[in-house]
């Protein structure tokens, strides 16, 4: 699977848009890319994923470059329960060693008043 | 998503003792998974766990330190056994989602262990 490579650390103003990007130069065809994120003392948590069109669901929208080498995710209008940690995570759909979802160190996302 | 509960929640342990931690989930899946997450890190996965066969096992970790039972299609455990202090991780279950995406899954709480 693709290595990502994420900001270690972000702020972004209660209400306002956080963009979080994602590196994944490396990414296979058959890849897709995963976000998720992880509020101090919870398990992570599922946001949203997506393989070269952009999506949106109810917790964030995600954009891909035509080239797929990078992503960001975009959360419209973040509260200070968005505070967390983001992590990117690129790998096959199926198949393989579906458990194997390798976490980086992903970007802590600050939202402040 | 499937809900899903861990127990307990947190523990502090003697060295040289095992703990075993049970993740219940609120509906049938196929997979579950074992992650562990030691202080300041990020997760690592130790095993996959599927119903009515062994376990598989990450590179780094094995079955007599790390034995998991899975009886069914909503229930497992991870033992942690002759525990030392660097076992003192946050231990996380998951499963994967039943559409079969690989990318796609939901987690427990989480047990804290704290290993004296």
């Known amino acids: 699977d693709a290595k990502t490579t994420q900001p270690p650390s972000m702020d972004c103003a209660e209400g306002r848009a956080a963009n979080l990007p994602c590196n994944h130069s490396?990414?296979?065809?058959?890849?897709?890319v995963y976000w998720y994120r992880q509020i101090h003392s919870q398990g992570p948590q599922y946001i949203i994923h997506g393989l070269k069109n952009n999506e949106t669901n109810e917790m964030a929208s995600l954009i891909i470059t035509e080239d797929r080498k990078s992503s960001t995710l975009i959360l419209p209008h973040a509260t200070l329960r968005d505070t967390a940690v983001y992590y990117c995570?690129?790998?096959?759909?199926?198949?393989?060693?579906?458990?194997?979802?390798?976490f980086g160190k992903g970007t802590k996302l600050s939202v402040k008043p | 998503s499937a809900v899903i509960s861990q127990k307990p929640s947190r523990d502090i342990c003697q060295r040289g003792t095992s703990l075993t931690i049970q993740c219940q989930v609120d509906?049938?899946?196929?997979?579950m998974f074992w992650y562990r997450q030691q202080p300041g890190q990020s997760l690592t996965l130790i095993a996959t766990?599927?119903?009515?066969?062994?376990?598989?096992?990450e590179s780094g970790f094995v079955i007599d330190k790390f034995p998991i039972s899975r009886p069914n299609l909503t229930f497992s455990t991870l033992t942690v056994s002759n525990m030392s202090p660097e076992d003192s991780s946050i231990y996380l279950c998951?499963?994967?989602?039943?559409?079969?995406?690989?990318?796609?899954?939901?987690f427990g709480p989480g047990t804290r262990l704290t290993v004296t």
């Open positions: 509906s049938q899946v196929t997979m």
């Open positions: 766990a599927n119903q009515g066969s062994e376990a598989t096992y």
């Open positions: 995570i690129v790998r096959r759909h199926y198949g393989g060693s579906q458990g194997n979802l390798i």
């Open positions: 998951s499963v994967g989602s039943n559409s079969g995406r690989a990318g796609e899954q939901y």
């Open positions: 490396t990414i296979s065809g058959n890849e897709y």
